[in-house]
């Protein structure tokens, strides 16, 4: 069995409150013994885990060059992201639904940024298509800072038919797009509530257009023509939030 790598302070942490059970090992650079790391290690030792000392060198390698912080979790793989498992997570949903749907989102860093929003605005679950988007890596799961563990990402093979399966829960599904005559803002969100990203750039592909309920655009009053998906993706889903607080 192949193990993945979760690196960074606050995902390492996360991991360690929420999943203890999928950590097998815990590496920590040599020579860091400040307060933040202190931390992580007395949470690891009270969970019998085997803690390594590594030099730099090896975790700059191991952590893809990325900003490991100090500290890598070794832990078993994700083993809820198949598609199987969404009719599930959806049955247990507590509350009026909030999804969120990624389609062409192939940066890492922008699928761990929309991540950690979608855990932020209280999603209850991430939905992409299997081909043309970004994996739950490590780089994608340092960016959540976190989230990764909370909000289940789950990859399917038909996006069109998955949708189709949660309008036919109840759940209306809204795409955001740039040529929409409606923005965000005049739509009714309080419901159960599926929104769409699409790409940047390219947008979302036609038959997932062709599949949403509603379209909606989000205004722009400058020079520039869109936003970064993952921004883009915490404007939409904390106007959910907005509307069904107020």
Not at 161 to 184: P, V
Request: glycine share 8%; with cysteine.
């Amino acid at each position: 069995m192949k193990l993945e790598a979760v690196y960074g302070l606050h995902a390492v942490t996360t991991l360690l409150q929420r999943s203890p059970e999928k950590v097998v090992e815990l590496w920590v650079v040599k020579g860091r013994h400040d307060q933040r790391m202190q931390k992580v290690l007395e949470l690891a030792q009270s969970l019998g885990l085997d803690i390594r000392e590594a030099d730099k060198g090896l975790m700059n390698q191991k952590a893809d060059e990325g900003n490991h912080q100090g500290v890598i979790a070794w832990r078993q793989p994700v083993q809820n992201r198949s598609e199987k498992h969404l009719p599930d997570i959806l049955d247990g949903i507590e509350g009026t639904p909030l999804v969120l749907i990624l389609d062409g989102v192939t940066d890492p860093h922008n699928l761990g940024a929309c991540l950690r929003t979608a855990d932020a605005a209280g999603a209850h679950v991430v939905i992409a298509p299997k081909d043309k988007s970004a994996p739950l890596n490590a780089t994608a799961a340092k960016v959540a800072c976190g989230a990764a563990e909370a909000v289940p990402y789950i990859q399917v093979t038909n996006l069109a038919r998955t949708m189709k399966e949660l309008q036919e829960r109840g759940i209306w599904i809204i795409g955001t797009a740039g040529e929409a005559e409606q923005s965000l803002y005049q739509h009714d969100l309080k419901g159960p509530i599926a929104i769409v990203m699409g790409a940047e750039g390219q947008g979302m592909r036609r038959l997932t257009r062709e599949h949403c309920d509603f379209l909606t655009n989000l205004p722009m009053a400058g020079e520039v023509s869109s936003l970064n998906v993952s921004v883009a993706t915490g404007v939409c889903l904390f106007e959910v939030v907005r509307q069904r607080m107020g």
